[in-house]
């Protein structure tokens, strides 16, 4: 409304960052952000599920999800967020809001607990929202193969699986510009198949 | 009922007191909008209490989505959606919305040229 003419196209997009407790997750996004993570939390109350009709907040117990998430100025009017939250099925409130519009997502994984991702990539394909498999290699340990891995997963050859070093800014910058070429391939893709 | 963590969460058991108990916001608002301080809110002039002075201070440089703002006030998301959308329906603030890039988003061709531009800053990183 008031805002000057020339920040009048600025916009914003976001990245998400999943995958299971104590992966790495805060630790990428913090690789790369020009900004020490910061941390966010929404609430729910236990009541909120159908009884939704009342504007007051019900006294009841409440449950609060964390999200870490950091932040990549592209340019002066368009600027990227990453945001890292844990992958548990239960916190689908906090789901539906993170992945509405995002570009797509990573999973970052640790293969000594690659079924703590089994849910997350279920959602994410089910929402159609691209994404990439990044297995964070402890120690620089590169313990399976790739191969191995997505089987293990059963995701789709065309699913990108990488190693990365969550700790490090060049290895995580590269999963990140892995993950919009992908997403750009898959418009293409899909261009081509409609004309 | 805490989850994912061990800590107390002392201050946030009366959160929504800020907002006088409302829930909803008269805007949705997404978690990664951003938000700027307009010229009616940088005048003071306007301004009805303490979390409205915060953000238009926070807003008033460089611009701030919502999820900033929230973690810088210390707030859950919810609050500061609802604290925001009031500021920015009274001209204090406003919210630039993010652009979306899910498949069937309005204009596709918009988004391929925002992933370029993302794709493009990413690599001179």
């Known amino acids: 409304m008031n805002s000057p003419a020339d920040t009048s196209r600025v916009t914003s997009a976001k990245i998400v960052i999943a995958g299971g407790f104590g992966v790495g997750k805060t630790t990428l996004v913090g690789s790369v952000s020009e900004i020490t993570p910061l941390t966010t939390e929404a609430i729910m109350t236990s009541a909120s599920e159908g009884v939704d009709d009342n504007n007051l907040v019900p006294d009841k117990a409440t449950t609060t999800v964390a999200m870490d998430f950091g932040r990549i100025t592209i340019d002066q009017d368009l600027i990227l967020y990453l945001f890292g939250t844990p992958g548990q099925t239960r916190f689908w409130f906090m789901w539906d809001e993170l992945v509405r519009g995002a570009i797509g997502a990573i999973v970052l994984v640790d293969t000594r607990r690659l079924a703590d991702c089994f849910s997350v990539i279920d959602f994410f394909e089910h929402r159609k929202l691209p994404y990439l498999v990044a297995v964070n290699c402890f120690d620089g340990k590169q313990l399976h193969e790739i191969n191995d891995i997505r089987d293990a997963l059963q995701i789709s050859h065309d699913v990108p699986v990488m190693y990365t070093d969550a700790r490090n800014r060049e290895s995580t910058k590269q999963v990140l510009i892995k993950l919009v070429e992908y997403v750009l391939s898959m418009r293409r893709t899909r261009t081509v198949g409609v004309h | ?125």
Do not use: N, W
Request: with cysteine; net charge negative; hydrophobic share 40%.
């Open chain 2, 1 to 125: 009922m805490v989850l994912g963590g061990d800590e107390p969460t002392g201050s946030l058991v009366r959160p929504y007191a800020v907002t006088r108990g409302r829930t909803r916001p008269q805007l949705e608002i997404a978690l990664e909008a951003l938000v700027e301080t307009t010229a009616r809110g940088r005048s003071g002039q306007f301004l009805g209490g303490r979390e409205q002075k915060v953000i238009v201070d926070l807003c008033g440089g460089r611009l701030q989505s919502l999820a900033e703002i929230a973690a810088r006030m210390e707030v859950p998301l919810g609050v500061a959606r609802v604290l925001v959308a009031d500021m920015a329906a009274d001209g204090l603030l406003a919210v630039h919305e993010p652009t979306g890039f899910d498949a069937d988003g309005a204009d596709e061709s918009v988004g391929t040229e925002l992933l370029e531009r993302v794709l493009s800053g990413l690599r001179r990183l």
